[in-house]
């Protein structure tokens, strides 16, 4: 069965510093992978997804992630983080049609001033 | 383009009721797939409805179940209700093909 770890529970960053958030998933053949950002009390928005070609994604509000498969990783990345990206992310990997998506446990970020 | 609406937002029940929750998917999505959130089990898939028919299926006892209407409406509903149950239950849509969920804001159930 497919699985996605999300190695960091909780991480703080300060305001303009870059951010790095890990995904790992396990799967035997390049699964559609997505990474989706969610505020409290919120339901879940769409920041990018990988489904194939490009290695390098960009997505909404500035963010990019990149599939190494090698390593079986799809990390969340920005250069320079604002208050307002303090929300909790989850990566989500998923076969066939997609609709049915197995989320990591979640990572929450927190943006000091 | 309205998004995925979800009703009501909150519901309190208590435990032995049970709960019907609605979801309207994004207009031309055929695709509804439904989601539990919890603090201890995270997010985990219940099912998914397509043109009526329920296409995939969680790991979820059989209290919780679900159908689609013509319109693509969907409905959840939770049987007998356990404390266990509390939970943001969510809703997702999507269009043929896309391979990709829209997500509604959901619907906090809290069981007393």
């Known amino acids: 069965a497919q699985s996605v770890t999300q190695p960091d529970i909780h991480i703080t960053v300060s305001e303009g510093a870059s951010l790095e958030l890990r995904c790992n998933y396990s799967?035997?053949?390049?699964?559609?992978l997505f990474w989706y950002v969610q505020s409290p009390g919120q339901g879940l928005q769409l920041l990018l997804k990988y489904f194939s070609g490009d290695t390098l994604v960009q997505g909404i509000k500035g963010f990019e992630a990149e599939f190494k498969r090698s390593q079986s990783s799809f990390n969340l990345r920005k250069p320079s983080v604002h208050w307002s990206d303090a929300a909790e992310y989850f990566c989500?990997?998923?076969?066939?049609?997609?609709?049915?998506?197995?989320f990591g446990t979640g990572t929450r970020l927190q943006v000091t001033l | 383009k309205a998004g995925v609406t979800q009703t009501p937002r909150y519901l309190i029940k208590t435990r032995g009721q049970q709960v019907t929750l609605s979801c309207s998917p994004i207009?031309?999505?055929?695709?509804v797939s439904w989601y539990q959130q919890t603090p201890g089990q995270g997010l985990q898939f219940l099912f998914e409805y397509f043109s009526e028919t329920q296409r995939n299926k969680g790991n979820f006892p059989g209290r919780f179940s679900g159908r689609q209407f013509s319109n693509s409406r969907s409905e959840m509903n939770v049987s007998t209700l356990e404390l266990g149950d509390s939970a943001l239950y969510l809703c997702a849509s999507s269009s043929d093909g896309a391979n990709i969920q829209y997500f509604g804001a959901g619907t906090r159930l809290s069981v007393l």
């Open positions: 989500a990997v998923a076969t066939g049609t997609a609709s049915k998506l197995t």
């Open positions: 207009s031309g999505h055929r695709s």
């Open positions: 799967y035997g053949a390049t699964p559609y």
